[in-house]
């Protein structure tokens, strides 16, 4: 069972629709990432939250609107999205907000998005 | 601008020696990360390199020039399972991870 569980693990949605993702941590940390991997492009950082506040947003269009609400999850809000936003989006975890203090990022297996 | 080089894919035969390189330019250097990413599933760490030399992990070994911007990755008596993108990532002066595209390994029976 990994420490670091995503749903759902697929969607299809229009770029009229209202999504989210869920990211559920059980290993005690307290900072979480949202990461969006693209094909054959490197993984690009979108959000990082520690102990539930925002502590860094790295330029990511208003279409996507993270929520924290404890240290244990994390969502990632979908509306009015683009079909160039279609990519995983993989959520992780680490003791502190700073990723290297561990040498370690733990993610989920990502959430697959197709924006028709 | 910051910079992550590694190839896109890379063919090996089962059984066999495959080295995987990555080189970095970056603003500044405090350490060098290895992730397996097989096809569907979560990136997995690997290995963390932040001096000089080789790091040996069972069939994974891990080097490292920092001199030369330059790491790679070996991976010994080639699986199947090793079939998966190796990812990897460079910590900046700023403790920013600077990710590479990774590099799809391909195993052949």
């Known amino acids: 069972e990994t420490g670091v569980t995503q749903t759902p693990r697929h969607l299809v949605m229009g770029m009229t629709n209202k999504k989210s993702l869920k990211c559920e941590q059980h290993?005690?940390?307290?900072?979480m990432y949202w990461y969006k991997q693209s094909a054959k492009k490197p993984l690009e950082l979108m959000f990082v939250y520690s102990l539930e506040e925002r502590v860094e947003n790295n330029s990511v269009p208003s279409r996507f609107s993270p929520e924290c609400p404890n240290s244990s999850h994390l969502f990632l809000h979908l509306h009015t999205l683009q079909p160039e936003d279609s990519a995983l989006y993989l959520c992780?975890?680490?003791?502190?907000?700073?990723?290297?203090?561990?040498?370690?990022?733990?993610f989920g297996e990502g959430s697959r998005l197709t924006v028709l | 601008g910051q910079n992550i080089d590694q190839p896109t894919e890379m063919t090996a035969t089962e059984g066999a020696i495959v080295q995987i390189n990555c080189t970095y330019q970056t603003s500044g250097f405090n350490g060098l990360f290895w992730y397996q990413q097989h096809a569907g599933e979560a990136p997995t760490f690997l290995s963390y390199?932040?001096l000089d030399g080789l790091e040996e992990k069972g069939r994974f070994s891990s080097f490292l020039s920092r001199s030369k911007g330059y790491s790679y990755l070996l991976l010994k008596e080639l699986q199947m399972k090793d079939s998966a993108s190796y990812l990897c990532a460079v910590v900046d002066s700023n403790y920013q991870l600077i990710w590479g595209a990774g590099t799809k390994l391909i195993i052949k029976p």
């Open positions: 992780a975890s680490t003791p502190s907000e700073r990723e290297t203090n561990t040498g370690e990022l733990f």
């Open positions: 390199n932040v």
């Open positions: 290993l005690g940390h307290n900072a």
